[in-house]
């Protein structure tokens, strides 16, 4: 074979390779790894590989700014644990915040009783839930004669709560170191609310067997102001130690409803005689009992009187 006929075959067997090579639709280096990359991205992007997909497809790829997004994303699957502690935290706090000491799952704070015990003017705030009612335009009592303090007490289960009442100034620590001993004592006391809960009504407060103090008032029956109107008388637990009088001969129980306990002989629940705690302490802080009186009972009455 000539050397002209050998470079004719060389060249003939080289096209025929590249023809071949055309046909068959192989790709070069650069084309290879241009396909490997958008593969990569795919599975990451559809998540159809578990483990390729984070790997490749987030954390590697952009391990600064591919994490960062993630955490800034509400709706990533990853921040959806910490989401959701921020709310279960939310409810154990708002849970941890109530003192009204009502047994159940979400009272985990118990009130302090040194932080809990304390007296103070009359604030604004205050003010605002008593002008008009236990606080008319006519209360010839001076805002700067009262004071509110406020309590903690116990309930007939033992659960503590957090209790208020306005008074005078005068008794205001008198009725702070009572009810600190009536609450250390586990004292039973149903309620502890401002009157003005009641639009300053007696008989609705006394129905609700609530405890409170000062009350711009007059005595039932009469034209003459109650130490309540001073504030320097408290009604304890009135539904289950009613006042009692004659009327033109018959027998008025105050409020209606609590006939069955103007009977003394019998026991029950927050009943108070001379024998009680809270006779005793009131007492001796120079109060009163109403259940002591001659011409009527009033055996939820304690009044300071010096």
Known sequence: ??????????????AAA??????????GPSEIKGTGQAEAAGHSADGSDDEGSLTSG???????GGASERKADPGDSTDSSNTGAKDNA??????AGKTDGTPGDGDVMVPVPEDSFYAEEISDEIFARMEGKSFPPECTTKREDLRYIHLLYKDAEGAAHEGEMVCNFAIADKLINIFRKLYDADYPIERMVLIDEYGADDDASMDDNNTSCF?????SGTGSLSKHALGMAVDLNPFYNPYIRKIDGETVIEPPGSEAYADRTADFMYKIDKDD?????????GFTWGGSWKNSKDYQHFQYTK
């Open 277 to 285: 705690l809270a006779y005793e302490l009131f007492t001796e802080e």
């Open 1 to 14: 074979m000539t050397f002209g006929n050998i470079f004719i075959w060389i060249c003939t067997v080289f």
């Open 90 to 95: 939310e409810d154990i706090s708002a849970d």
């Open 18 to 27: 590249l023809i071949v090579s055309a046909a068959c639709g192989c790709a």
């Open 215 to 219: 009350n711009f008032r007059y005595v």
């Open 58 to 64: 987030i954390v590697v790829e952009d391990m600064t």
